[in-house]
């Protein structure tokens, strides 16, 4: 059954650290791949997402991710985090041939202290 | 693009009650989508319309739980005889159809609690 990963729950980062959170995903073939992010009491913003081609894709508000196939990974990445990007981040994958039936993982919660 | 909308926010009910829920997609989205989400987990797929046909239903969607979209624009969900269990946040998103996968954009949800 296909699934997606994220084996972090919580990560605390000083604001001006870089960060990588980090997602592994199941399935038979290439999947499409997100990241979206939720802010408390909010819905779901979409930071980036990988359908086919450059595997390093760039994203909003400065981050970007990177599609490894070998080890069924797309770890988000920013380089230095702002006391703004405290929320919830959450990896999705959707599948080929079909519509949006997206799998989301469990999230990760980003702390960043000042 | 005024993004999707969700009424009500949030919904306190008491335990035996109906409650309906509706969401309003962004205007040229064919594609609706209704997820729950409850604490500390991702958001969980219930079921997709394109246009005014429902295409799937997750077997999380219970006997209990119907949802609409009657003309292929607004889509209610409706939980009849809530349980503390339907305690939840409910999200609606949409997309467009198309080849691929285009991007779910979603609403600011509506939580409900059940007492």
């Known amino acids: 059954a296909q699934s997606v990963t994220q084996p972090d729950i919580h990560i605390t980062v000083s604001e001006g650290a870089s960060l990588e959170l980090r997602c592994n995903y199941s399935?038979?073939?290439?999947?499409?791949l997100f990241w979206y992010v939720q802010s408390p009491g909010q819905g779901l913003q979409l930071l980036l997402k990988?359908?086919?081609?450059?595997?390093l894709v760039q994203g909003i508000k400065g981050f970007e991710a990177e599609f490894k196939r070998s080890q069924s990974s797309f770890n988000l990445r920013k380089p230095s985090v702002h006391w703004s990007d405290a929320a919830e981040y959450f990896c999705?994958?959707?599948?080929?041939?079909?519509?949006?039936?997206?799998?989301f993982g469990a999230g990760t919660r980003l702390a960043v202290h000042p | 693009d005024t993004g999707v909308s969700q009424n009500p926010r949030h919904k306190i009910t008491k335990r035996g009650q109906n409650v309906t829920f509706r969401c309003d997609p962004i205007?040229?989205?064919?594609?609706l989508y209704w997820y729950r989400q409850t604490l500390g987990q991702g958001p969980e797929f219930l079921t997709y319309?394109?246009?005014?046909?429902?295409?799937?239903k997750s077997r999380l969607l219970s006997d209990r739980f119907s949802a609409e979209r009657p003309k292929g624009s607004f889509s209610t969900l409706e939980i009849q005889r809530t349980e503390q269990g339907d305690s939840a946040m409910y999200l609606c998103?949409?997309?467009?159809?198309?080849?691929?996968?285009?991007?779910?954009?979603f609403g600011n949800g509506t939580r409900l609690t059940v007492t």
């Open positions: 998103a949409s997309s467009v159809a198309g080849t691929g996968n285009s991007p779910l954009h």
């Open positions: 999705a994958v959707g599948f080929s041939g079909g519509y949006n039936k997206l799998i």
């Open positions: 399935y038979g073939a290439t999947p499409y």
């Open positions: 990988y359908f086919s081609g450059d595997t």
């Open positions: 319309f394109q246009n005014e046909a429902q295409l799937e």
């Open positions: 205007s040229e989205h064919n594609r």
